[in-house]
């Protein structure tokens, strides 16, 4: 329509322009047209038509992340949180539900949530903890939050911080999963998607570091802790590796909670001294060639030791199902047996390396103090449990650590006292005497005097039992008069090693009678000792029959040469002696007479008297154990020979190197004689 104004229709002659068409709207379109700006007109702009494509670079340090569906804001997440706990306090559960699904996924699968949605719901929860229901609280307490990124652990452990001090019930659980990641943690727990790399040992510390916040923030936790830390101990049959990150993690948690040191080393303990028996019971069960093959093979379990222990992964079998069903009973048990010796050395080596530090550098007072729990336990965990073989060695090394001697006093009057204590059992009494004699005995750093002192405390409690005992005795018998024969065997198991620290001192040399000695005799005594060994050995309580026939036969021949007493008569007599005939305490009506012996038969000469003797058991005999026998070697006294006895016993050599090795060879064989062991 053209608007046509009064001027032109009083103007006839002027010729207007036609009208032209207004441009219609521009519509948006998914065709990109060129612009001529864009457009080089001059004569060098190559042409349009080339083949040729621009070459396309993306820049690497740009997160480029697809994303599935709508990632929620902070605010809607905040808002789905407040109607769940809303809806779920009025009956509705299914926004709970579906809090507790997305908390319980594993990040590897394809709808997880994304870390930042993730911690937006974390942080939404954090406000109204006091309201999550237990199925919530669960699925938050077993989620995957150990690998994340910093930050959501730091929000994480806010969360669960809140949780244990609004809702206490929920505090076990709590404690329970963290204990629970001391154990050997999977190699996925360190790379989790969408999240940074991390170390085991960083997971670890992490895992510290929650256990100490909330054990600031809730001191009586630590009780609970201690059952968690009970509870999830590895079995037995679990991996090295699993015992060893497990208890190197126990002990870390010493350092912040000091008031658990002392449980905590006693939980350790037990678990050994358990490891400790079931190898010694094991190996007594499989024949001897295979017994001593494992122990030759040990020194070759040195090289693989687990060194890097956070960053390892589980070690897996050596040898497939099928290669183990082709080996025989013994092969299997003995491989068995030979893990779970290096499991052991692992287990002890790190108790020795932990306790290293607090016996060196640290005040007098602080060593005495560690040292009253190393007998604590020895007296409830090691001493009670018959055939410990290796975890008593703690005790063994660290008395000897002192150059005073307070260390040596205390655990030989540790011993004493439970071997005097009428208060015990008779299991328990003679385990200490057995311990007694065999620290006294094997120890470098005891001294003479403590050996001398040693055996008078034993020949004056022997006179005790003696007058107690004889007059009613009619004849040797082990149940009845346990303590006193183990008290026997003890002295004359310190005899045949520490000899020569009962000899006097060149003013101490005279006789029993206070007569000076004569200067003929090579060897003198202090005072005592003969009379104490004369007035026991021939008792009416017979101790040469029920002491072990090992221990006496070496005695005998000792005692022989050095001229202290002639007991060879009395072995062959009791010989004759049947102790399966005897009537023992049991017999109410006997009228048997210690002189009158039954002949042994070829019948009886087939039944075993064992059973009603000694054993040879001394709980430091020769240390086994490749890796943690540095620790003792240094405090270890092998046994050696008697000048005159032995070499007659070796016979002649034809070199010196031949007679060095035979020598080498009776001591070992010596050691075996008298201590009951295999042989280094």
Request: net charge negative.
């Amino acid at each position: 329509m053209v608007l046509i104004t009064a001027t032109a229709q009083r103007t006839p002659n002027l010729v207007l322009p036609p009208p032209s068409l207004k441009a219609p709207p521009h519509r948006p379109t998914l065709v990109r047209k060129r612009d001529d700006t864009d457009l080089d007109l001059s004569s060098d702009a190559a042409p349009l038509t080339s083949g040729k494509r621009t070459k396309v670079t993306f820049d690497n340090d740009v997160d480029v992340r697809v994303i599935g569906t709508f990632e929620k804001t902070p605010e809607i997440i905040r808002e789905e949180v407040r109607r769940a706990l809303e809806r779920h306090a009025v009956g509705d559960g299914s926004g709970i539900e579906r809090l507790e699904e997305l908390f319980t996924k594993k990040s590897s699968m394809n709808d997880a949530l994304s870390p930042a949605s993730l911690k937006s719901y974390i942080a939404a929860l954090l406000p109204n903890v006091s309201t999550l229901s237990r199925g919530l609280v669960r699925a938050i307490i077993k989620s995957e939050w150990l690998g994340r990124d910093d930050k959501h652990v730091a929000l994480f452990l806010r969360l669960l911080a809140s949780l244990a001090t609004t809702q206490g019930l929920y505090l076990r659980d709590i404690l329970g999963m963290l204990v629970e990641n001391l154990k050997h943690v999977p190699p996925s727990s360190t790379k989790l998607p969408l999240n940074p790399t991390i170390t085991k040992a960083e997971l670890y510390h992490r895992v510290h570091s929650c256990l100490r916040y909330l054990l600031r923030l809730i001191p009586s936790a630590s009780s609970i802790l201690l059952s968690a830390l009970s509870e999830n101990f590895p079995h037995s049959s679990g991996s090295k590796q699993a015992h060893v990150v497990f208890v190197r993690n126990l002990l870390r948690i010493t350092e912040y909670v000091p008031e658990l040191q002392s449980e905590i080393l006693a939980f350790i303990l037990d678990r050994v001294v358990k490891i400790d028996v079931a190898v010694q019971v094991d190996l007594e069960d499989l024949a001897e060639d295979v017994e001593e093959g494992i122990v030759q093979d040990l020194p070759k379990l040195k090289s693989g030791v687990i060194e890097d222990w956070e960053n390892e992964d589980e070690e897996s079998g050596d040898e497939s199902d099928s290669s183990e069903d082709e080996l025989d009973v013994d092969a299997n048990r003995a491989k068995d047996i030979t893990a779970n010796m290096e499991k052991l050395d692992l287990m002890l080596d790190i108790l020795f390396a932990y306790y290293n530090p607090l016996f060196s550098g640290t005040s007098l007072q602080a060593r005495e103090d560690i040292f009253e729990v190393l007998l604590l336990h020895f007296a409830t965990i090691i001493l009670p449990t018959y055939r410990s073989r290796h975890t008593q060695f703690l005790l063994f090394h660290f008395a000897q650590q002192q150059a005073d001697g307070v260390l040596i006093d205390k655990f030989v009057g540790c011993c004493i006292h439970l071997a005097f204590d009428k208060g015990r059992t008779s299991i328990v009494r003679r385990s200490a005497a057995a311990y007694l004699a065999s620290f006294v005995a094997r120890g470098v750093h005891v001294p003479p005097q403590i050996v001398r002192d040693v055996f008078g405390y034993i020949g004056n409690q022997l006179t005790i039992l003696r007058a107690e005992y004889e007059p009613t005795c009619r004849g040797p018998d082990l149940r009845r008069y346990s303590t006193y024969y183990s008290l026997v065997q003890a002295l004359l198991y310190i005899f045949c090693f520490r000899w020569r620290d009962l000899q006097a001192l060149p003013d101490e040399q005279a006789d029993d009678e206070g007569l000076p000695i004569q200067d003929d005799l090579e060897y003198t005594w202090i005072p005592g000792i003969k009379d104490t060994f004369a007035q026991n050995v021939i008792s009416k309580l017979n101790p040469l029959k029920v002491c072990s026939p090992a221990i006496v036969t070496e005695f005998a021949r000792i005692a022989n040469h050095l001229s202290v007493i002639y007991v060879f008569h009395i072995i062959e007599i009791n010989k004759r002696l049947r102790l399966s005939f005897l009537p023992h305490s049991n017999s109410a009506h006997d009228t048997y007479q210690y002189s009158q012996l039954d002949r042994e038969t070829a019948l009886s000469g087939r039944r075993d008297e064992s059973h009603y003797q000694l054993d040879e058991y001394f709980p430091f005999d020769p240390y086994h154990l490749p890796r943690s026998k540095r620790w003792v070697e240094s405090d270890y006294r092998a046994w050696k020979g008697v000048p005159g006895l032995d070499e007659e016993k070796g016979g002649n050599s034809d070199s010196e190197s031949e007679s060095g090795d035979e020598k080498e060879s009776e001591d070992e064989e010596a050691s075996v004689t008298i201590a009951g062991s295999i042989s280094p």
